[in-house]
């Protein structure tokens, strides 16, 4: 009953410093996503991908860079961390039925950049 | 542009009653509405998904309304126990994209 796994749970970086979030599913979902949720706003969309293969800009993409690399895993990377990229990342998959998809969300990972 | 707003931010009520959350929007040219449970330290949960054709949704003890024309929904919690203290967002699918408008959440605590 893995679901949605990312890691780390936790990071701290400087500025400047590069890493990369991972984020795989078992769920054998075509969809997945990357979401980053701020204080007092709601989850932003960073980037998606419909399926192996492809993936498509958010609402939030600058400063970020995202790699669908098989149909499990999903990672997104931070070339040159900022301050303003301090939040909590998500990662979620869905199975879309038409325009009615249920999402599936990973635990988290809370970013802070100093 | 779509917005979502959920008035209040933190609601805090004893165990036992029932109790009713509310999310807005700006558009009522929507293809769906979902209500979202967060616990601490924890992903996002789907609680329910109304679709812009259906006026409610019920899972156990808790209902959805969806009222397309004046821009609302409700999630409605019946008899509310202190494992229902959590965060709930909702979240309107507002085209045909695979993008999510969502709100920032009511934190909900049920005293005991």
């Known amino acids: 009953n893995a679901g949605v796994t990312q890691t780390p749970k936790f990071q701290v970086l400087k500025t400047g410093q590069s890493m990369t979030l991972q984020c795989a599913q078992d769920m054998n979902h075509n969809s997945m996503y990357w979401y980053r949720q701020d204080p007092g706003m709601g989850l932003r969309l960073i980037y998606y991908?419909?399926?192996?293969?492809?993936?498509d800009k958010g609402e939030v993409p600058n400063g970020y860079n995202v790699s669908r690399l098989n149909k499990r895993e999903f990672s997104l990377r931070l070339e040159s961390a900022a301050p303003s990229q301090t939040s909590v990342y998500f990662c979620?998959?869905?199975?879309?039925?038409?325009?009615?998809?249920?999402?599936?969300f990973g635990s988290g990972t809370q970013l802070s950049v100093l | 542009k779509q917005e979502v707003t959920q008035i209040p931010a933190a609601l805090s009520v004893p165990e036992g009653e029932n109790l009713v959350l509310n999310c807005s929007f700006t558009?009522?040219?929507?293809?769906?509405l979902q209500w979202f449970r967060q616990d601490p330290g924890k992903g996002l949960t789907s609680l329910l998904l109304i679709q812009s054709s259906q006026r409610e949704q019920t899972s156990g003890r808790l209902n959805a309304s969806l009222d397309k024309s004046s821009g609302r929904s409700t999630l409605y919690i019946a008899a509310s126990q202190p494992g229902d203290s959590a965060t709930y967002l909702c979240?309107?699918?507002?085209?045909?994209?695979?993008?999510?408008?969502w709100g920032a959440g009511t934190k909900l605590i049920i005293k005991p």
């Open positions: 991908s419909a399926s192996e293969g492809t993936t």
């Open positions: 979620a998959s869905s199975e879309r039925q038409g325009l009615n998809e249920k999402l599936f």
């Open positions: 558009d009522s040219a929507i293809y769906n």
């Open positions: 979240a309107v699918k507002a085209d045909s994209n695979y993008q999510l408008i």
